[in-house]
T-cell receptor
């Protein structure tokens, strides 16, 4: 069965510093992987997705993620944090056998705080 | 284009009461889903639908019913609310590999 594990429920970085949010997946088949962002009192917004094309995926707001099959990882990075990046971030995978985003398994989330 | 609209935004229920959370989308998407979000647990799939008249259970379906009579609407029913159903509920509609989420309904059961 597919699953994702996010390492660290809370990450704090200084403004301008590198952001690294970790996600490892478990899947017996090539997965579709996603990162979503949730701002306070908002719904979820798609940051980026991996669909077995390029292993380095670029998303919105300067974020990117690299799919590494050997490490079963899909970590999210941003070279320079901005105060507006403070939010909760969710790694997610689509349940195997489905080609739509109707059945998504989410990680437990990582809250990103930015220090001035 | 409103996207996915959920009502109400906030609700307080007493144990044993029933209510319906409304979800509507105007993007003509076939796929719609309901999730609940609890601290430290991410979002968990309650029910989903792949088209009008077709629904199925997700990870945590107990205590919830759904129906899909039109493409646009996908209501979630709590027949007898319990404190364990206190949560934030999100509806999503999806097209191919992208899901679009509503703003959520914060439900408290006392």
């Amino acid at each position: 069965a597919q699953s994702v594990t996010q390492l660290g429920s809370h990450v704090s970085v200084s403004e301008g510093a590198l952001v690294l949010l970790r996600c490892n997946y478990s899947s017996s088949v090539p997965p579709y992987l996603f990162w979503y962002v949730q701002y306070p009192n908002q719904g979820l917004q798609l940051l980026l997705k991996y669909t077995s094309a390029a292993t380095l995926v670029k998303g919105i707001n300067g974020f990117e993620a690299e799919f590494k099959k050997s490490e079963t990882s899909f970590h999210l990075t941003k070279p320079s944090a901005h105060m507006s990046d403070a939010a909760e971030y969710f790694c997610a995978v689509i349940i195997s056998g489905y080609s739509s985003a109707s059945k998504i398994i989410f990680g437990s989330g990582t809250r990103l705080s930015i220090r001035p | 284009n409103a996207g996915v609209t959920q009502t109400p935004k906030f609700q307080v229920l007493k144990t044993g009461q029933s209510m319906t959370l409304q979800c509507a989308q105007d993007m003509n998407h076939e796929y719609m889903s309901w999730y609940r979000q609890d601290p430290g647990m991410g979002l968990r799939l309650i029910h989903y639908s792949v088209g009008a008249g077709i629904t199925d259970q997700g990870e945590v379906p107990n205590g919830y019913n759904v129906s899909r009579s039109t493409t646009e609407d996908f209501p979630l029913r709590l027949l007898s609310a319990a404190p364990s159903q206190t949560s934030v509920y999100f509806c999503a509609s999806s097209y191919k590999l992208e899901a679009f989420f509503g703003q959520g309904t914060r439900l408290t059961v006392v």
